[in-house]
């Protein structure tokens, strides 16, 4: 501002409160210069709201010159609200006259900016308040700040709060719905919810500050559907921020709700596993802000960590209840011991083995439940691998119980060591006291199994059989029965003491008896108490339980052993064990001794067969060396057997047939066997044909030889020589009678002389090129030389003559395909020549003749000569027309293809004139 020309700081028509002003400041110099130096705003508004006086701070802040402040109203300076609370701040000074503080927050140039403004009354000489008095400095930096503390602290406050939620809270559930409530209490949140996934469907739901709107969230969720802002969330990492909920988020329930705030989502993930999403409306100053979103992405990843560490913890849970229940409910005895050989855990298994009560175990050491022997040997183990050194895990020693018995038991263990980092053994204890016995008795039996092989009679295996069930659980009354497959019954064949005589044999059948009972179920059946079991039969009185065991051998019935006890619930567990095992072996003595009988009888047999057989029988070894030859075989080579075995075989067959013979010689060393003609040379070199079986012997899966059988085959090859060449003279005579046939029809209708010959030649061709096999070919060329023989019957001057024919006359002509099958089918054709030529003037549409057959309704070999006969008809020449050439005829089949003519057969027609078939004239 330049000396000699101030700005004016006064309306002109303030002149009474410019004096009052200027004499409290002293002079109006004065004035000018503290208004104009003051870095704070100073102003005075007369009684109507004008601002009558104001500084150039106050224009500064405004952006506006003094001369467009003065005189105006807070409402013409600020937005309409913030005016009315202005001037209800002066009118309330103007009536008490009290001086105010306040913190303005004001509007200006679209920006929020904060004042503290201290506002006085002024009075005139007779009190009466004239204006107000202002003064006003821009806070809103400090505010700024102290706000962003504030913001601060809660973050710090809501991440806290989450945090020690994580670290309290065990149940998600809880957990969850606590996070979202800290968040709207926190961080000023409208509301916070967390949605879990199963892959990438809803499946539980917490939430906080939504009211009435969870519902419809939540049967969004029900239905399989995310909140637009959870589905972006779920397409990518970080945080998403939807900034336009009211066009962004069309289909969301929240829509419109709170206007004012914005959404925020984020994934809960951990390690690349994702768990669920959480979303929040927050407050629109917040969203953008970057601590905000910060924060956000922060919680999402506690509350992500919280999640996975909540399902170790139900992994861990489950794991130690699993293993606790396995533990207890085990049937090993397992114990914990510490360094000091203390035990510190038992399971319930352990005081039934040790036969103490578990309070009366525990604390004690374990060395004073072993008997003397025991206790060094455990101890040195013990000390040994607590040191770490490499001792056997498992070993046997005995235990003392509390009645004072001693019990064989096995231990493995293992060390570990205890959260402390204490040394711990962890052991399982198994009582093995019947398990030693019976396998002491077991062992027994399986040698007792090994001498009844050499038992060489059946009676004394049984014998031995009772007589060891006693030796082994001391039973007085057993009995063997034996099974006889062609009487079906059951014969007692040893005993231990006398059998009643109406027992000694029972029938298969028997409805009374456990013994045939059990042979029946092939399955063991146990009576502890015979009184309760309505099959049982009677005998000395003494019985009271009863165990039946039938032999078997592959589910093949050996035999029952029958045992009985004067006790009730007589035979342990480990007696049925031992006496099944006895009956097992049992078994495989008696079919072993069955086997070598049968085996005896079955050789002596094959020796009888195999050397009055009609067939040669031959066994080579693996390099195909001869080993046996039977008489029948040698004597069909002219060798003695002696002469032929060490001999290869491949000796005996021709030199041409060799390779032959050694390439099925390779198949059957795969497993492979063989049946075929070959030729042997005999001693004499003459050729014998055979026909020869051949089968791979096996030993597992090692090829060991070959078994063949060779027949001789020399009458069947002359016969089938003979008949060959009689069916070669048969077809000639055949032919010969076809040709005079075909003379005939030629002398008939001389115009149309080897027409049947040129018809027969392209018909074969065509079959040819179709790929029919020769037999139906053979077939096509018969019906194609006669076709036409049933023309003999038409009078010769309706084939001669040279003009149209009469519908009578047509007729006639058209009468010589029947004429021609009665003809044929009284000869004894090998193909269905009469058939044939029957229809080879049917159409594919129907209108041909005699029978209007349709499709496939037609024999292909009769298609085949309706094509052939048509294009050697329109080729050749006819008294009543001249020749219309191959061409035209071609084109003729191929117009009526698929009407008239077979397609197939026309296409196969015309590719046999292409690849250069010309019909040949006599």
């Given amino acids: 501002m330049t000396r000699g020309k101030r700005e004016r700081l006064f309306l002109p028509d303030a002149e009474p409160l410019k004096g009052l002003i200027a004499k409290a400041a002293g002079t109006e110099g004065l004035l000018h210069a503290l208004l104009e130096a003051a870095d704070s705003i100073i102003f005075v508004k007369d009684r109507k709201g004008r601002y009558i006086l104001a500084n150039p701070a106050l224009a500064r802040v405004l ?36 001086t105010t503080r306040t913190i303005d927050r004001l509007t200006i140039d679209g920006r929020k900016r904060a004042f503290i403004a201290t506002k006085v009354a002024l009075s005139d000489e007779r009190g009466k308040t004239t204006g107000i008095l202002g003064n006003a400095t821009e806070i809103t930096d400090e505010i700024a700040t102290r706000e962003f503390l504030e913001r601060l602290n809660s973050l710090l406050t809501g991440i806290r709060r989450i945090n020690q939620l994580i670290t309290k809270e065990k149940e998600q559930g809880r957990l969850l719905r606590r996070a979202c409530e800290t968040l709207v209490e926190t961080r000023g ?11 990438k469907k809803p499946n539980a739901f917490y939430h906080a500050g939504l009211g009435d709107d969870a519902t419809s969230l939540e ?39 709170a206007p004012e705030h914005r959404k925020l989502a984020a994934r809960l993930e951990y390690e690349g596993k994702l768990y669920g999403l959480i979303a929040a409306e927050v407050p629109r100053e917040y969203a953008t802000i970057k601590e905000e ?5 922060e919680l999402a990843g506690d509350i992500g960590f919280a999640l996975y560490r909540l399902e170790l913890e139900a992994a861990r849970r489950e794991s130690e209840e699993r293993f606790r229940s396995i533990v207890e409910t085990s049937h090993a005895g397992i114990m914990m011991i510490d360094k000091n050989y203390r035990i510190v855990y038992t399971n319930e298994a352990l005081t039934r083995i040790f036969g103490w009560e578990r309070v009366e175990v525990i604390g004690h050491d374990f060395r004073e439940f072993l008997d003397k022997e025991s206790r060094d040997l455990v101890a040195e183990r013990y000390r040994r691998r607590q040191a770490g050194e490499d001792v056997p895990a498992r070993y046997e020693f005995n235990v003392l119980r509390r009645d004072g018995t001693k019990r064989r038991v096995e231990i493995s263990s293992t060390v570990i060591r205890d959260p402390s980092g204490g040394v711990r053994t962890v052991a399982q204890i198994l009582d093995i006291t019947e398990r030693r016995v019976l396998e002491e008795r077991l062992e027994a039996i399986y040698k007792l199994g090994r001498s009844l092989i050499l038992k060489r009679d059946r009676r004394s295996i049984a014998r031995r059989i009772v007589e060891a069930a006693k030796d082994l659980i001391g039973i007085e009354d057993c009995a063997l029965y034996l099974f006889n497959e062609e009487r079906k019954t059951l014969s007692v064949a040893a005993y231990t003491l006398p059998v009643p005589v ?6 298969l059948d028997s409805e009374r008896g456990i013994i045939p009972a059990a042979a029946r179920s092939r399955e063991s059946i146990y009576v502890p108490d015979i009184t309760k079991n309505p099959i049982f039969l009677p005998g000395t009185g003494e019985t009271k339980s009863k165990l039946c065991i039938p032999l078997l051998v592959e589910e093949r019935l050996i035999g029952v052993l029958n045992a009985e006890s004067p006790a009730k619930d007589g035979f342990s567990p480990s007696d049925r064990r031992l006496l099944e095992a006895l009956a097992a072996e049992g078994a495989v003595a008696l079919e072993n001794f069955r086997l070598g009988e049968e085996t005896a009888r079955l050789r002596g047999l094959n020796e009888r067969i195999v050397t009055t057989i009609n067939e040669g029988i031959a066994v080579e070894d693996a390099s195909g060396t001869i080993t046996y030859i039977n008489p029948t075989g040698a004597e069909m080579l002219g060798y003695s057997a002696e002469e032929l075995v060490g001999k290869k075989s491949t000796f005996l067959s021709p030199e041409e047939e060799r390779s032959t013979i050694e390439a099925k010689m390779a198949e059957r060393r795969a497993g492979a066997s063989d049946r075929y003609e070959t030729t042997l040379l005999t001693k004499t070199g003459k050729r014998l044909p055979v026909f020869l079986s051949a089968s791979p012997l096996m030993e597992g899966d090692r090829y060991a030889g070959t078994i063949s059988a060779f027949t001789d085959i020399t009458k069947r090859v002359n016969a089938e020589k003979a008949l060959v060449d009689s069916l070669a003279k048969t077809r000639r005579t055949l032919d010969s009678v076809i040709e005079a046939l075909e003379a005939a029809i030629d002398l008939r209708d001389p115009y149309t002389a080897g027409h049947q010959m040129r018809v027969a030649q392209l018909a074969v061709a065509i079959a040819r090129e179709m790929g029919l096999p020769k037999e139906r070919i053979e077939a096509v060329r018969y019906a194609s030389l006669i076709h036409d023989i049933g023309k003999l019957s038409v009078p010769a001057e309706i084939l001669a003559r040279p003009s149209k024919l009469s519908d009578t006359e047509f007729e006639i002509i058209k009468a010589h395909p029947r004429q021609a099958h009665s003809i044929l089918k009284g000869i004894d054709f090998p193909w269905p020549v009469d058939e044939i030529v029957l229809q080879h003037h049917e159409r594919l549409d129907g209108s041909g003749y005699p029978n209007g057959l349709k499709g496939d309704e037609i024999m292909l070999e009769a298609r085949i000569l309706a094509v052939a006969d048509v294009v050697e008809a329109m080729a050749s020449h006819r008294p009543y027309r001249p020749a219309h050439g191959i061409k035209a005829a071609l084109i003729e089949i191929v117009r009526s293809k698929g009407k008239l003519y077979d397609p197939d057969v026309v296409d196969a027609c015309l590719t046999v004139f292409e690849k250069g078939f010309s019909l040949e004239s006599d």
């Fill in 293 to 297: 979103q910060d924060l956000f992405s």
């Fill in 189 to 199: 949140y409208r509301s916070a919810w967390i949605v879990l996934l199963d892959g």
């Fill in 219 to 257: 049967r969004m969720h029900e239905a399989g559907m995310l909140s637009e802002c959870a589905r972006r969330a779920l397409e990518r990492p970080g945080v998403v921020l939807i900034e336009d909920p009211a066009s962004e988020c069309g289909e969301c329930p929240l829509l419109g709700k």
């Fill in 502 to 507: 109406k027992y000694e044999e029972f029938r």
């Fill in 63 to 98: 952006r506006l010159p003094l001369d467009r402040i003065l005189g105006r109203t807070d409402a013409d300076l600020f937005p309409g609200e913030e005016a009315k609370f202005l001037r209800a701040g002066d009118t309330k000074i103007l009536k008490t006259g009290e």
